[in-house]
């Protein structure tokens, strides 16, 4: 993490520029066609699922995915909505209307830019991932339950958006069943599962709206008892016309209000395309700029609001198919919105007879990929605190809302990391003789004597308030002994926070006011900085500090010699 220093924004479409051949052109064509064919269903069910219309889940895909494609700082990464914004944009809407979604987009991409500008893309990937598994599969749950109303073709309305509400109002009103529906469902499932086992390079979601919107549309025409809910019925005749940009009004009412959701926004876009990064990065070989691709992720972001659009990332999935199918540039991606853009423009009729309750199966689909239940069986062998992590933000997730889980799970991670250390960080005492190879690697050992009058104790980690607590704890068991001299042994103690610093402070006055003295020992250049400017130094003297352990012992030695002839006069 660096707050200083040059912008590191460099998007990957500059350089990949630079040396592009007609050769590349045409596998990032093949792959740009492919990607948006199989974005286009995505497109179309996420923002549908999300609480708005699939005109403007295509929108998002367009614009947004072309900002991340054209400002990223990965090569491969294709952008758009995806699941895991379902569950927030949903709430957000409901709360605050579609008014409160684009401003909270739009500081979502502000705080996004910020991240890449102060150099925090390196920092994002140090979420635990317990977290990460946790509030994905809470998010798959929440998908497949936002699902079951137009799988099942209950026709219900007014759908609480509380997941135990939700699922006693489908328990109460399963007798509604709309077989129809449910068979549209059950077929397009079967299809979406069957098509990667016949070949991987076809997309089942594409296939099943193709086969079953054209199989519905004809059985509709001779048996029209069998009619269906279609993006046509629910939504009406969608327009082709891309949306004027419109502005939102940004006051300190409308941003306390939609704050935290918009953290919530710019941290899962973080994670998620960060991650996505990192897988393409694995299989192609590349090296994302992480800085970069927040900042893209954040232009992004701060573009689609103006267009009525809903949150944008990169899609792990639309990803992978990019590279599978031959795309290493940006301009790959750019082609998969120029695609996406011309099925909008051109065959947007056609998408109104598409039926809800296959959108359903396609989204179910995506919350049974999301879910992850086998690494999350696999968590569940891991030590107990990261078992507690995932359950907590799993049960948060589904339980209440996304925005609490993020930051409970964060909180309690964080908790159990510090504890952790603290566990780790040893704190010993040495008596008449210490041995300086002594926690090291070294088979030379050196035995000092050590003089009647001085105890050594050394902290072994890091010395932050949670260690400082301990060692204060330790040190006030200790100070009926009253030795001549305290060595305190800091070779092993990368930093020292403000609590720690504090506490040394009262140590030594408190050491002082009873005639001991204090020697710190192995303070390290970092330590010894914070020590000085903490004016610890100009207390205990620059005498007694020292910079080897020897030279501790022998001061400390000398002292408690003095001492010992003064008190024997």
């Known amino acids: ?3 200083s220093g040059t912008i590191d924004f460099k998007p990957k479409l500059v350089s990949a520029l630079r040396h592009y051949s007609a050769a590349r052109f045409k596998d990032d064509l093949v792959a740009g066609i492919v990607v948006g064919i199989v ?22 895909a ?6 991340v494609s054209a400002f990223g700082g990965n090569s491969v990464q294709i952008g758009g909505p995806t699941g895991a914004f379902i569950v927030i944009v949903y709430s957000i809407i409901m709360q605050f209307g579609l008014t409160g979604l684009a401003i909270a987009t739009f500081m979502a991409g502000l705080i996004l830019v910020a991240m890449g500008l102060f150099h925090l893309g390196t920092v994002i990937k140090f979420i635990p991932y317990p977290i990460v598994v946790g509030f994905t599969a809470g998010i798959a749950l929440t998908i497949f339950s936002t699902q079951i109303n137009d799988f099942f073709g209950l026709g219900l309305k007014d759908i609480p958006g509380e997941f135990i509400p939700k699922w006693g109002m489908y328990f109460r009103n399963f007798s509604n069943i709309h077989w129809p529906t449910l068979v549209v469902g059950l077929v397009s499932l079967a299809i979406i599962i069957v098509t990667p086992k016949v070949s991987r390079k076809l997309p089942g979601a594409l296939l099943a709206i193709i086969i079953v919107s054209a199989a519905v549309y004809v059985v509709t025409l001779y048996y029209p008892e069998f009619a269906v809910d279609t993006i046509g019925r629910r939504f009406g005749s969608m327009s082709t ?5 419109h502005g939102f009004e940004l006051n300190m009412t409308n941003i306390n209000s939609l704050l ?16 996505s990064a990192t897988v393409a990065d694995g299989v192609t070989g590349s090296r994302t700029n992480s800085n970069t691709e927040l900042i893209g992720q954040g232009i992004a972001n701060l573009t689609v609001p103006f267009f009525g659009g809903i949150p944008v990332t990169g899609a792990i999935a639309r990803t992978m198919t990019n590279i599978t199918n031959g795309g290493r540039t940006p301009v790959a991606g750019i082609i998969h919105t120029v695609v996406l853009l011309l099925i909008f423009l051109f065959l947007m009729p056609l998408i109104n007879v598409i039926p809800m309750a296959c959108l359903a199966a396609v989204l179910i689909v995506v919350a049974y990929n999301m879910s992850a239940w086998r690494t999350v069986v696999g968590i569940f062998k891991a030590p107990k605190g990261d078992v507690s992590v995932l359950i907590v933000t799993f049960l948060l997730t589904v339980v209440f809302d996304l925005t609490i889980a993020i930051e409970i799970g964060l909180l309690l991670a964080i908790v159990l990391f510090l504890r952790r250390v603290t566990e780790n960080t040893q704190i010993r005492v040495y008596g008449e003789q210490l041995d300086i190879a002594e926690g090291t690697e ?7 004597d050590v003089e009647r009058g001085v105890s050594i104790y050394e902290i072994d980690g890091p010395f932050f308030f949670g260690v400082a607590t301990k060692f204060d704890e330790m040190m006030r068991t200790s100070m009926s002994d009253k030795p001549a001299v305290r060595i305190i042994r800091m070779r092993k103690v990368p930093f020292i926070d403000s609590t720690a610093i504090h506490n040394l402070e ?6 002082q006011s009873e005639g001991i003295e204090v020697v710190l020992s192995g303070v390290n250049e970092n330590v ?30 000398d002292i408690a010699r003095q001492k010992l002839t003064a008190a024997e006069r």
Do not use: W, Y
């Not at 367009?62 to 900002?67: L, Q, R, T, V």
């Not at 016309?241 to 940009?245: E, G, K, L, M, R």
């Open 1 to 3: 993490m660096n707050f």
């Open 39 to 60: 974005a286009l269903p995505l497109a179309i069910a996420f923002g549908i699922a999300s609480g708005v219309s699939p005109t403007i889940g295509l929108i998002t």
């Open 62 to 67: 367009i614009i947004g995915g072309f900002m």
């Open 241 to 245: 016309d891309i949306p004027t940009p």
């Open 260 to 275: 935290p959701s918009a953290f919530t926004i710019a941290v899962l876009c973080a994670i998620e395309s960060l991650l």
């Open 442 to 448: 070294s088979t030379t050992h050196e035995v000092l």
């Open 506 to 511: 009262i140590l030594i006055k408190s050491s």
């Open 528 to 557: 010894h900085k914070a020590l000085e400017h903490a004016k610890v130094k100009q207390l205990i003297g620059e005498r007694n500090i020292c910079d080897h352990i020897t030279k501790a012992v022998a001061l400390a030695n």
